[in-house]
């Protein structure tokens, strides 16, 4: 079938067949097609769309195009993905935490493009730490510390790499189905047996609204169902930086303050709610509370920072961090960011909070740009708190006067005060089970 047929198919909105997809997932794969018709096609799904048959077959399909790991790691291969928000360090908390359970965590994780994050370039602030290593090596500290966080290869789902470049630039990102599959093909293709969703909701996040969050937390769930993985997925707030600290060496060092047990707040909050899905899945408790029972003996008794070391050991990296943050790499100067009026803390529009970061040198507009690791903001107020005129509501760390200025007029403008006190809702808003069913936690 020549894929001009599939496009008029998908144009008239019909369902595409098993036969339809695979020709679609293969030809996106094929260099020889032409990117205007896979572009053609992609825009026809994001006007159409696809039903859940046809998403779980497409995800397959695109996992299919490269390798499909098998990972034997001594107990249930268990990843987590969150579709990505600021100030979002959970992976390094709970995955030692987890390891420290019992679980074996494997995760692959992806560099951070636009105003999101990337757990590799995170951990790539750690001196020497190594996020490529060949896959017996990533299998083997699995196995052996009970956690590795790996960048993932080019070789898992080719077909997606291609299409989700070409979607960035077609304006057909914003389809359910399609975010569902992307995600979803690059997670089977990496072995994991069960899967841990943290669908982010909000004014940083790729999904704004809780019916929205939920229409892609039970796509993405009944596609791993489907293929035979264990799934749940929460469904969090991202209406403000999930950290105090936005950046990369600055979230390892967050990260490391929380497992220290030092530092408490929403970021813990999300990870043990994560964790507990994590050891849930992984048939090592029976109940989200006995989970989180485990993950927090875990924490108290310093086990989750051990494990922490451990990885960073295995992975090439200086572990002296854990005890010592001071050998993170550091910013040369600071600015205090001053609030200009006074209020209540309504609204904080997250993207812009995202981008005061990647402005000072945090993060990546174009996949080729160097990222400083050391840069980045703290921050003191959370929504619902009282500002006063002319105090400190956050704190940059940057190398450059002039980007700092510019951080530091996305930071403000991102902040919305209010003459009435707002209370914020709950950092977990709703949780899907296997079956897709909404439950309580
Ligand atoms: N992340 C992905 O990997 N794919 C999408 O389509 C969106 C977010
Ligand atoms: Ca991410």
């Given at each position: 079938?020549?894929?001009?047929?599939?496009?008029?198919?998908?144009?008239?909105?019909?369902?595409?067949?098993?036969?339809?997809?695979?020709?679609?997932?293969?030809?996106?794969?094929?260099?020889?097609?032409?990117?205007?018709?896979?572009?053609?096609?992609?825009?026809?799904?994001?006007?159409?769309?696809?039903?859940?048959?046809?998403?779980?077959?497409?995800?397959?399909?695109?996992?299919?195009?490269?390798?499909?790991?098998?990972?034997?790691?001594?107990?249930v291969a268990v990843d987590k993905h969150s579709t990505?928000?600021?100030?979002?360090?959970?992976?390094?908390?709970?995955?030692?935490?987890?390891?420290?359970?019992?679980?074996?965590?494997?995760?692959?994780?992806?560099?951070?493009?636009?105003?999101?994050?990337?757990?590799?370039?995170?951990?790539?602030?750690?001196?020497?730490?190594?996020?490529?290593?060949?896959?017996?090596?990533?299998?083997?500290?699995?196995?052996?510390?009970?956690?590795?966080?790996?960048?993932?290869?080019?070789?898992?789902?080719?077909?997606?790499?291609?299409?989700?470049?070409?979607?960035?630039?077609?304006?057909?990102?914003?389809?359910?189905?399609?975010?569902?599959?992307?995600?979803?093909?690059?997670?089977?293709?990496?072995?994991?047996?069960?899967?841990?969703?943290?669908?982010?909701?909000?004014?940083?996040?790729?999904?704004?609204?809780?019916?929205?969050?939920?229409?892609?937390?039970?796509?993405?769930?009944?596609?791993?169902?489907?293929?035979?993985?264990?799934?749940?997925?929460?469904?969090?707030?991202?209406?403000?930086?999930?950290?105090?600290?936005?950046?990369?060496?600055?979230?390892?060092?967050?990260?490391?303050?929380?497992?220290?047990?030092?530092?408490?707040?929403?970021?813990?909050?999300?990870?043990?709610?994560?964790?507990?899905?994590?050891?849930?899945?992984?048939?090592?408790?029976?109940?989200?509370?006995?989970?989180?029972?485990?993950?927090?003996?875990?924490?108290?008794?310093?086990?989750?920072?051990?494990?922490?070391?451990?990885?960073?050991?295995?992975?090439?990296?200086?572990?002296?961090?854990?005890?010592?943050?001071?050998?993170?790499?550091?910013?040369?100067?600071?600015?205090?960011?001053?609030?200009?009026?006074?209020?209540?803390?309504?609204a904080m529009d997250t993207e812009l909070a995202g981008?005061?970061?990647?402005?000072?040198?945090?993060?990546?507009?174009?996949?080729?740009?160097?990222?400083?690791?050391?840069?980045?903001?703290?921050?003191?107020?959370?929504?619902?708190?009282?500002?006063?005129?002319?105090?400190?509501?956050?704190?940059?760390?940057?190398?450059?006067?002039?980007?700092?200025?510019?951080?530091?007029?996305?930071?403000?403008?991102?902040?919305?005060?209010?003459?009435?006190?707002?209370?914020?809702?709950?950092?977990?808003?709703?949780?899907?089970?296997?079956?897709?069913?909404?439950?309580?936690?």
């Amino acid at each position: 079938m020549a894929l001009i047929d599939i496009i008029n198919h998908k144009k008239l909105g019909l369902a595409l067949s098993a036969g339809e997809i695979s020709e679609f997932a293969a030809a996106a794969k094929d260099p020889g097609t032409p990117d205007y018709q896979l572009a053609a096609l992609l825009m026809a799904i994001r006007l159409k769309g696809m039903d859940a048959r046809e998403t779980a077959e497409l995800t397959l399909a695109m996992a299919h195009t490269g390798d499909m790991l098998t990972p034997s790691v001594g107990g249930v291969a268990v990843d987590k993905h969150s579709t990505g928000g600021v100030g979002d360090t959970t992976t390094l908390i709970l995955a030692p935490l987890v390891a420290a359970c019992g679980g074996k965590v494997l995760k692959m994780s992806g560099r951070g493009l636009g105003h999101t994050g990337g757990t590799v370039d995170k951990l790539e602030s750690i001196p020497g730490f190594q996020t490529e290593l060949p896959e017996e090596e990533f299998l083997r500290i699995t196995r052996e510390v009970g956690c590795c966080v790996v960048g993932q290869t080019g070789e898992l789902a080719p077909a997606d790499k291609r299409l989700y470049a070409l979607r960035d630039v077609t304006g057909t990102v914003d389809s359910i189905p399609l975010i569902a599959s992307s995600i979803m093909s690059k997670k089977l293709a990496g072995g994991a047996q069960a899967i841990v969703l943290d669908v982010k909701c909000g004014s940083g996040a790729l999904m704004k609204t809780r019916e929205d969050s939920l229409l892609l937390a039970r796509a993405m769930v009944d596609i791993g169902r489907r293929n035979g993985r264990r799934m749940s997925a929460l469904i969090t707030r991202m209406d403000e930086p999930l950290g105090s600290r936005v950046g990369n060496a600055l979230e390892v060092r967050e990260a490391i303050e929380v497992l220290s047990g030092r530092v408490k707040g929403p970021l813990l909050q999300v990870a043990l709610a994560l964790g507990s899905q994590m050891l849930l899945l992984s048939g090592l408790s029976d109940t989200a509370e006995q989970a989180e029972e485990m993950l927090v003996v875990a924490l108290e008794s310093g086990q989750g920072l051990s494990k922490l070391a451990e990885m960073i050991t295995a992975q090439g990296g200086d572990a002296r961090v854990c005890r010592d943050t001071g050998r993170l790499p550091r910013a040369r100067h600071e600015r205090p960011v001053l609030a200009r009026d006074s209020g209540w803390l309504r609204a904080m529009d997250t993207e812009l909070a995202g981008e005061a970061a990647r402005l000072l040198g945090a993060g990546r507009k174009r996949k080729d740009d160097v990222i400083d690791p050391a840069v980045g903001y703290m921050t003191f107020r959370r929504l619902g708190d009282r500002v006063e005129a002319g105090e400190e509501v956050a704190r940059l760390f940057h190398n450059d006067e002039k980007l700092a200025e510019q951080a530091e007029e996305a930071l403000l403008n991102a902040l919305t005060l209010s003459s009435g006190q707002i209370i914020p809702a709950p950092w977990v808003l709703a949780r899907i089970d296997q079956d897709g069913k909404e439950s309580s936690l």
